[in-house]
T-cell receptor, first 111, second 113 residues
Framework: DSGVTQTPKHLITATGQRVTLRCSPR?????VYWYQQSLDQGLQFLIQ???????AKGNILERFSAQQFPDLHSELNLSSLELGDSALYFC??????????FGPGTRLTVL | GESVGLHLPTLSVQEGDNSIINCAYS??????FIWYKQESGKGPQFIID?????DKRQGQRVTVLLNKTVKHLSLQIAATQPGDSAVYFC????????????FGQGTILTVHP
C-alpha cells in the first residue's frame, strides 16, 4: 500500500459525458501527479500540482483539467469523453523532484 | 527529446535465477532514474531509484546500475521468485521538469516455478 488513495476504482460512462477522478496523496506529500496509462501509449504524464498550484503540464488534452485543494487532495476532470479516453488513470504523490508513489488507479471505460 | 525505451519487451526466467532488465534513455540531462514494478490491476510500485552521481545502488534483492556514457540503466533481481512476475518500467526525471517522469514501455517479467 503506497498510501495514495484514488476513487472510484472503476468508472463506466458514455461518450460526451464528464467525470471526476479523485486522489488523496500520502500524508506530508505536497505534490500530486496525474498519469494516463493506455495500451497504445503506455504511461503518460498529464499534469502536476504542488501545494495547490499547477507546476508542470504534459500531454493533457484541453478537455481535461485538474486542481489541487487546500487539503492537498486533487481531482482530475475529464469532459466531452471519447472512446479513446478509456484508460487507467493514476495519481502519484511525492515531494517536488523525488520519488513518486502511485495510487491503485481508476479504470475509466467510455462506451 | 526526452524518451526512455526498453530493449526487451518480455523476459522469462526460472525461479531462483537472476534477472536483468535493461533500459536505454536518450536525454543526457536526465539526472534521476526510478524502477517501478506493476502487477496486473495495480498501480506502479516503487522498487529502487538512482541519481546520476551514482553508478550503482543496491536494495533488497535488487540492484540498479547506471551507465551514463552509453545512457543505459539496468535492474538486476537476485534469486527471482514467482512473485516478481510483473511489468517493470524504468522512468527518468530531468530534474528541471518539476518531477515529471518519462516512462519506458515496460518489460514483462515471467518467472516459472
Amino acid at each position: 500500500d503506497s498510501g495514495v488513495t484514488q476513487t472510484p476504482k472503476h468508472l463506466i460512462t458514455a461518450t460526451g459525458q464528464r467525470v471526476t477522478l479523485r486522489c488523496s496523496p500520502r500524508s506530508g506529500d505536497l505534490s500530486v501527479y496525474w498519469y494516463q496509462q493506455s495500451l497504445d501509449q503506455g504511461l503518460q504524464f498529464l499534469i502536476q500540482y504542488y501545494n495547490g498550484e499547477e507546476r508542470a503540464k504534459g500531454n493533457i488534452l484541453e478537455r481535461f483539467s485538474a486542481q489541487q485543494f487546500p487539503d492537498l487532495h486533487s481531482e482530475l476532470n475529464l469532459s466531452s469523453l471519447e472512446l479513446g479516453d478509456s484508460a487507467l488513470y493514476f495519481c502519484a504523490s511525492g515531494q517536488n523532484t523525488d520519488t513518486q508513489y502511485f495510487g491503485p488507479g481508476t479504470r475509466l471505460t467510455v462506451l | 527529446g526526452e524518451s526512455v525505451g526498453l530493449h526487451l519487451p518480455t523476459l522469462s526466467v526460472q525461479e531462483g535465477d537472476n534477472s536483468i532488465i535493461n533500459c536505454a534513455y536518450s536525454n543526457s540531462a536526465s539526472d534521476y532514474f526510478i524502477w517501478y514494478k506493476q502487477e496486473s490491476g495495480k498501480g506502479p510500485q516503487f522498487i529502487i531509484d538512482i541519481r546520476s552521481n551514482m553508478d550503482k545502488r543496491q536494495g533488497q534483492r535488487v540492484t540498479v546500475l547506471l551507465n551514463k556514457t552509453v545512457k543505459h540503466l539496468s535492474l538486476q533481481i537476485a534469486a527471482t521468485q514467482p512473485g516478481d512476475s510483473a511489468v517493470y518500467f524504468c522512468a527518468e526525471n530531468t530534474g528541471t521538469s518539476y518531477g515529471k517522469l518519462t516512462f519506458g514501455q515496460g518489460t514483462i517479467l515471467t518467472v516459472h516455478p
